[in-house]
């Protein structure tokens, strides 16, 4: 008589049924995100909004993201994956339906903090969820499907908001409220249909491991340092992308409403594209017989040769060459993403993957504070775009070497004892 209980290997069928459920939560949270960008001109006619002041609210959500990354991995890691994301989930979906309310750029903070403190536990959820349900050589992969989420969250973006700041003036709102309102929704929508399908795999489904390090010990290894800088500068790079696309593309090609809904979504959509390319690239080598370290670093370097392009955009003869040049480096960036979530699975036992995801999403948020806020003066004291896009063009390449001497080889580190041997 077969035996009820669940093998590994049933486990990673059943995990990419979740790897869809999951893709959707990063999509709602890219949609959430991506709300305050693409509707800002119509905020801007009830609430001034300068590139300082637009900068703030940036740094708003990623300063208590940052910091919620760690802290939602903490949470994780205490409580499990399937009610940490629900609470994860309904905390951010109430926030970004709370910029609706808001009466100046004082609530708007208010509104971002709390937003960026919600959205800090979803890829630590992600990570954990993918360490649960797959076994090394499909995570490259499942985390690709799962942060093509991201892209498409991104591209529904500018059509669904478009869609509604024309025609959602219910209850005599201004319509940009109803843009943060509605998100809100699908949010909360999704927390329930997570509860009722996620259930955390017991014990005997899970490859045991050993006892979680502590911060401290996590810290003193150069390769979690390198992987956390390494996110640093290239998030740097992708938050400006991501916060900063919408208000060059109404600056600088005078973009409206019809335009963003017509070809705004189409950069992000590469990102999609670029985040399985990366990881089925990854998993493809594994499969021929790489090894774990070649395919990773190999994937992560193609990726990383997508992103200095993006330089010359302010030298495009057309806008056709403008969002080119922008979806190349949105499918370098998110393929890159995709294999630096990747690492930590690589790297570290499954009893603090939830801190370590944290710490490598806290130093992505804070590369995005220091670059957003250096866009922003820079726009305001005249410097234009120019600078400012060959900066970040140049972040993903400076990244990459990094990883290349932090982290020698990538293969599972051994914390149990205070060696630095790691488990060939």
């Not at 490859?207 to 996590?218: K, M, N």
């Not at 944290?358 to 410097?383: E, K, P, S, T, Y």
Request: charged residues 10%; positive net charge.
């Amino acid at each position: 008589m077969p035996s009820s209980t669940p093998t590994p290997r049933t486990a990673a069928r059943g995990g990419w049924g979740i790897a869809f459920v999951v893709a959707v939560a990063i999509a709602i949270s890219y949609l959430d995100r991506q709300t305050l960008p693409w509707a800002i001109a119509s905020i801007q006619r009830d609430i001034p909004i300068g590139n300082q002041t637009k900068a703030l609210l940036d740094s708003a959500f990623l300063a208590t993201y940052g910091l919620m990354y760690l802290g939602g991995g903490w949470l994780l890691d205490r409580i499990g994956t399937r009610r940490g994301f629900v609470a994860i989930m309904a905390f951010w979906s109430l926030a970004c339906a709370s910029h609706g309310l808001a009466g100046g750029v004082a609530a708007l903070i208010v509104s971002r903090l709390l937003l960026g403190m919600g959205e800090g536990g979803g890829f630590p959820a992600a990570t954990r969820a993918v360490a649960e349900r797959f076994a090394p050589e499909r995570r490259a992969t499942a985390l690709g499907i799962i942060n093509a989420g991201t892209s498409v969250g991104a591209v529904i973006a500018p059509p669904l908001i478009a869609l509604l700041l024309t025609h959602a003036d219910w209850l005599g709102l201004a319509s940009w409220r109803w843009v943060f309102f509605v998100t809100g929704a699908f949010g909360l929508a999704w927390a329930l249909w997570w509860a009722i399908v996620y259930r955390d795999p017991p014990a005997a489904v899970v490859v045991s491991e050993v006892a979680a390090p502590r911060l401290r010990d996590l810290l003193a290894r150069r390769e979690v340092l390198g992987v956390v800088g390494a996110k640093f500068l290239s998030d740097g790079a992708w938050y400006f992308y991501l916060f900063w696309l919408p208000k060059y593309l109404f600056d600088a090609h005078a973009f409206d409403l019809k335009q963003a809904a017509t070809i705004g979504w189409i950069p992000y959509a590469a990102a999609g594209v670029g985040s399985v390319a990366a990881g089925g690239l990854s998993s493809r080598l594994l499969a021929r017989g790489l090894s774990v370290n070649a395919a990773r670093k190999i994937a992560l370097g193609a990726c990383a040769a997508c992103m200095p392009w993006v330089m010359l955009v302010p030298a495009a003869p057309s806008i056709g060459w403008v969002i080119a040049l922008f979806s190349l480096a949105f499918f370098g960036q998110q393929g890159w993403s995709t294999l630096v979530m990747t690492l930590p699975t690589d790297l570290i036992p499954r009893a603090a993957l939830g801190r370590v995801a944290g710490l490598v999403g806290m130093g992505g948020a804070f590369g995005g504070i220091v670059m957003g806020q250096a866009a922003g003066w820079a726009l305001d004291h005249g410097f234009g775009y120019a600078p400012v896009l060959a900066t970040a063009a140049s972040l993903h390449l400076i990244a990459f070497a990094l990883i290349c001497l932090a982290v020698p080889r990538i293969v599972r580190l051994d914390f149990s004892s205070d060696s630095r041997r790691v488990l060939s």
